[in-house]
């Protein structure tokens, strides 16, 4: 599901050169000298500088967390909640399960989105739209599975 997220999110930002997009491999060294690696992750071109450290120093700007079967939902968005404190601008929990998209941010209540709802994530990408269905895997009919 990640990798969905990730080439939705790749092919709007990669032409514009906006910045990075990460996926769980990408570290990142919180201030509280934490190393976090959230499952998605996007930090601005105008905070990357060039580093010979394997892992960036800083708060994403974007961190996505996925929740799967064995995880407890309101730990992921404590999880979520604490890289908000720390300076993340948008933090968003996907729940597979209930086909939900929950979105932080610094001021005022989670955002819950669901099916038939669009994505958007103004402050860090201008324009961008993704129909909440779009993250679901597709299920393929008998007569797609026979080519």
Known sequence: ?????????????NPRRWGRV?????????PD?????????FVRASRLLQSNENFGELVPDLVVEIKSQSDKIKLIAAKIR?????????GIVIDPDEQTVT???????????ENGEILTIPELFP???LPV?????????????QI
């Open 103 to 113: 979105i932080y941010r610094s001021t005022g209540e989670p955002t819950v989105l």
């Open 33 to 41: 000298t934490n190393l976090k690696a959230p499952d998605v992750s």
């Open 82 to 90: 604490k890289f908000i404190e720390l300076g993340a601008i948008v």
């Open 22 to 30: 990460f996926d769980s491999a990408g570290g990142f060294i919180m």
């Open 133 to 145: 269905t779009e993250l679901w895997p597709p299920i393929f009919t008998e007569e797609e599975t």
């Open 1 to 13: 599901m990640s990798s969905r997220l990730i080439a939705f999110l790749f092919a709007w930002i």
């Open 127 to 129: 324009g961008w739209e």
